[in-house]
């Protein structure tokens, strides 16, 4: 008779088997690429690649650029991360209201921007936020405010990327967040009303806490999309101005793809990859805590 932990295994055989041929093996590949200086002449003759060890990432942590792309990322992370739940959150609220009308046809319009190209929406968004002719600078002026240069301007482009990233993007979390929210028995509502709880307690002790959970997935998987940084800066700012939207993916991308530094891109890929297993493992450890109490 096949013990239980026996027959465990067996059935998550095909699922492990599956992450291991798809993730743990490209990661293991990254690791060992980093170590050399795996470049263009390389791909011409597999005889110039040397063993470098850890030079790669000693000449990494030296690069001023590493540092520019690794703030600009942990920027765009810390602010658009909650923005995006809070928005998701308040969306998927709207629409699980009794008050809300016409919930279909806004909850396909919410989700839309999700299933669309991110090149072509992004080239719209540029002109959106165009100095002269977009037509958010259109709208302030009517406001008595004079034109910004959203794209141009350092300490504005940062921002410009992330207000497009989180309307991009939340229509996903909300559709979890609307699961969520259905799933919460009536019950807890009606028992808090009779307690003579406000909509906004019944908020914070009742559907927050029932959220816990779905918060924490909500969390992490917006975290790990938004370290991934590229393609709202590639598109819109190409990393400028002045490298002020410069992610450590789009760091990746140039030292592997144009500057066709493979080993220095691999090194990148995987600081990245620890960078998000720690910050992920940190907030599992956070919950589990939390939970604990």
Do not use: C
Not at 10 to 31: K, M
Not at 84 to 106: C, D, E, N, Q, T
Not at 160 to 167: D, P
């Amino acid at each position: 008779m096949i013990r239980a932990s026996t027959a465990g295994w067996v059935f998550a055989g095909p699922a492990l088997a599956v992450i291991a041929l798809f993730f743990g093996i490209p990661v293991l590949a990254a690791f060992v690429l980093s170590l050399t200086d795996f470049d263009i002449y390389s791909l011409a003759d597999i005889g110039n690649l040397r063993f470098v060890g850890f030079d790669n990432y000693v000449a990494l942590l030296q690069n001023p650029l590493f540092w520019k792309a690794l703030g600009n990322t942990l920027y765009f992370v810390v602010i658009g991360v909650p923005l995006s739940i809070a928005v998701s959150l308040g969306a998927a609220l709207l629409l699980h209201s009794r008050l809300g009308m016409l919930k279909p046809f806004f909850r396909t319009a919410y989700f839309a921007p999700v299933v669309t190209t991110v090149v072509a929406v992004a080239v719209i968004w540029r002109y959106l936020f165009h100095t002269r002719y977009g037509l958010v600078n259109w709208g302030l002026s009517w406001l008595g405010i004079d034109p910004i240069d959203w794209l141009g301007d350092p300490t504005w482009a940062m921002p410009s990327i992330i207000l497009f990233a989180v309307w991009k993007n939340f229509g996903y979390n909300m559709i979890i967040f609307l699961a969520g929210l259905q799933s919460i028995p009536e019950d807890l509502y009606e028992a808090a009303r009779i307690d003579g709880a406000s909509p906004l307690r019944q908020f914070w002790h009742v559907t927050l806490p029932t959220l816990g959970p779905v918060l924490l997935l909500v969390g992490i998987l917006t975290m790990a999309g938004y370290f991934q940084l590229f393609a709202e800066p590639y598109v819109i700012t190409q990393g400028g101005p002045l490298q002020s939207t410069v992610s450590v993916l789009y760091l990746m991308y140039e030292e592997g793809f144009r500057w066709w530094n493979l080993g220095n891109a691999s090194a990148v890929a995987f600081l990245l990859f620890v960078l998000m297993t720690l910050v992920t493992s940190g907030l599992l450890w956070f919950a589990r805590r939390k939970g604990a109490e």
